[in-house]
Structures are given as C-alpha cells and as structure tokens.
C-alpha cells in the first residue's frame, strides 16, 4: 500500500460468500462486515456478529457498521482506496463511488494472492494439523470401505467423520469406484464399489484446508492395472524430487504420463483449497520456501488412479504433510 501510494483499503465479508482475503487479515469469516486496512485497521460489523468478532477476530478495533460508516472513511481524508475486486460486486463498488467522492480506487486482490502464497509460520501449524486429520480420516475410510458397499455410503461415512471431529470438509468429497473413477470430479451416488476406487477429501481446521487422493482397488485386479497404479506413483516420486519449476513440473508429469493426466498437477492451498502457485501449463509462479501445495498425478483411461498429497517447500525442497500410505492396496 505504501509502495502504491494507497491510503486505506476495504474489504468485504459475507457470511453468505466468505472473502478468503478477509479471513487472511481478520481470521474470521462468520461476520458480516467491512475491513478497513490500514496502519491501524478496523473491523466494521453488523451490530448481530459483534460478540463473534470480539471472540474471533485477530482486529482490536471493532466498530458498528451502521449509517455512519461512510463519514469514518472520510475522515482519514483519502485519495486512494485500494479495493478487492474480486470480492465486490459492482452495486457495492457503485456505492462507494456514490458516498466517497474524489477519491481513485485501486485494486490490490493481485498483491494479496502473492501474500497469501507464502505461508507464516502460525499459518503452516495449522495446515499441518489439517493435514493430520485429513490423514486420520482417510485411513478410516479406506478401512470402512469394503463395507461402505456403495460411493454413497463412504462418502456419508467421511463426511460424518469429519463432522465428529468437531470439523468441516473443505470441499465435496470425491468417492468414485470403476468407470466413475475416470472422472476427476465425479459426484458420489449409489454405484458399486468395485475395482479401481478414488477416494480425495479434504478437511478444513481452524479456516485451513487439507486435500488428500488416495486409490485403492476392490476385488481382484491384473497386471496392467498394478502396473499403471504403480507408474502413477512413481511418477509423483519423481515430481516430489525434482528441481524443476512448477509450469516445468506440470509438463514432465503429463510427458511421463502420455497425456492420461487430464487435470493440472497441483495447486496451492491454504485458506481455500485451490489458491497460488499453480502447478499447471499456465503458470507464472516459482517455488519459493513456505509455500504449501499439492501435487497430484493422475491416469485416466478405462478406469481412473489419483494419488494427491499436501506438500510445504522448504530449502528446495518439498516436504510431505500428508502421510497416509500409498503402496498398492487390494481389499
């Protein structure tokens, strides 16, 4: 901000769509409110969530968000906000225009994604314990599935799981079994479990994410489909040793993989579950320490096999937050 000239910003948070960079700043995202951000931020929030925010939010100066909110913004006399695009919509960016006048708005949702890519190191506990449970919850799962029966029933299962944990998922949670299994973003239904059978959950603590794929095989399989389940592995052992950039990485694993791989071969995560670097055929982004990521590759053909896990960069390199195991296993 000060590099950019900015005097203040604004962001905003509904509980009915939560602003992850809100989050980042305040560490709450279940108020509806304004941040202004400055040298000595405040949180403006609705007079219903003010107990929520004095409990919750990392801001110590917490104000009513009432008629008068505009007259406290004028009074820092600004000639530049800066504003997050990305969660404004344009009746709320009209109306700022309306009530502040004569002043430039700048956006800085670009400024704060590079932020956000590296992780503090509060930041990386909490993953890590996201990480921890993810894992514990996916051992449950594997050995609840041959009696799960159906992609319906484990799912259930996983997601009453992580609910008893006193938790959330942090996304829907994928249970596809033999054809469906081609399908990376499969929806559960009441199809058999039976030969190769992804399971990829995820769970959110404390506002962090976990992402976790692992593939297990129902019944009895042949020799091409031990082979292909272990090029998939071996594939992602080498993508964890290489010294490679991400963009780089993402086209060794497609090469290694003859283009089976339909999906990019990793994401960042964090505060939302898809967030920078991105390792895929578009990115720009470089590896750089304390950045958390996955790294997922995948073989999709007759029958689909994705092993995923959470990996923290750390002097060159990358260290696996996610343990769960991932030799062949037969059920």
């Given at each position: 901000m000060d590099n950019s000239k900015i005097?203040?910003?604004?962001?905003l948070n509904s509980t009915d769509k939560i602003n992850p960079n809100f989050v980042y700043f305040t560490q709450t995202g279940n108020v509806n409110?304004?941040?202004l951000l400055n040298k000595n931020p405040i949180l403006f929030v609705s007079s219903l969530e003010t107990s929520i925010a004095k409990e919750n939010s990392k801001i110590r100066i917490i104000k009513i968000l009432d008629k008068n909110f505009f007259d406290s913004i004028k009074k820092f006399k600004p000639r530049v906000i800066g504003i997050d695009k990305n969660y404004i919509t344009l009746s709320q960016f009209r109306n700022l225009k309306k009530n502040i006048k004569k002043v430039k708005f700048k956006d800085i949702s670009q400024e704060i994604a590079k932020l956000r890519a590296i992780k503090t190191e509060d930041e990386i506990s909490l993953i890590k314990k996201s990480c921890n449970y993810a894992d514990l919850v996916m051992q449950e799962a594997?050995?609840?599935a041959k009696k799960a029966k159906t992609e319906l029933?484990?799912?259930k299962y996983i997601e009453k799981k992580i609910l008893d944990l006193g938790l959330e998922t942090s996304f829907v949670t994928i249970v596809a079994s033999s054809k469906n299994s081609r399908n990376p973003h499969h929806l559960s239904n009441s199809t058999k479990l039976k030969g190769f059978t992804v399971i990829d959950l995820g769970v959110r603590y404390k506002n962090y994410c976990s992402?976790?794929?692992?593939t297990i095989y129902i019944g009895k399989?042949?020799?091409?489909e031990i082979m292909d389940y272990n090029k998939v592995l071996k594939v992602q052992e080498e993508c964890i040793n290489k010294n490679l950039s991400p963009l780089k990485l993402n086209d060794y694993s497609k090469q290694?993989?003859?283009?089976?791989?339909t999906h990019s071969l990793g994401h960042g995560i964090g505060l939302e579950v898809h967030e920078n670097p991105r390792i895929s055929s578009m990115s720009k982004d470089k590896f750089e320490d304390n950045m958390v990521f996955t790294i997922e590759p995948g073989y999709y053909n007759r029958y689909g096999i994705r092993i995923e896990d959470v990996f923290l960069y750390k002097n060159n390199k990358k260290?696996?937050?996610?343990?769960?195991?991932?030799?062949?296993l037969k059920l």
């Open positions: 005097d203040l910003s604004l962001m409110a304004v941040l594997i050995s609840f029933n484990l799912k992402d976790i794929s692992r399989p042949n020799e091409k290694k993989l003859s283009n089976y791989l260290i696996s937050l996610t343990k769960s195991p991932k030799t062949f």
